[in-house]
């Protein structure tokens, strides 16, 4: 378990640091692509810790985000 918690955490700095550049105007060839990619690691690595604790991350995402979207008063829901 704690492999895959700091697995997402190198990946979320990672994502991070391109953001930091892109924000500040660094010229980094494919950089929405670069960081595309490190959110798509972030989501995986989510992923498979949440198979790891038996945590079902879809359920448990779409029971999150309706809460908030009730809590806020959104209609925007998720299925």
């Known amino acids: 378990v704690t492999f ?11 994502m991070c640091n391109l953001i930091k550049k892109f924000e500040r105007g660094d ?4 950089i929405h692509e670069k960081i595309g ?3 798509a690691d972030v ?6 810790l949440g ?7 879809e359920e ?3 029971k ?6 009730d ?3 959104s209609p925007l829901k998720l299925k």
């Open 71 to 73: 809590r806020v008063n």
């Open 4 to 14: 895959w918690a700091t697995a997402i955490a190198g990946e979320v700095g990672e």
């Open 60 to 62: 448990w995402t779409i």
């Open 27 to 30: 010229y980094i060839p494919d």
């Open 37 to 39: 990619k490190e959110m």
């Open 43 to 48: 989501l995986i690595y989510l992923d498979l």
């Open 51 to 57: 198979y790891k604790l038996n945590i079902n991350l």
């Open 64 to 69: 999150k985000f309706n809460e908030v979207s």
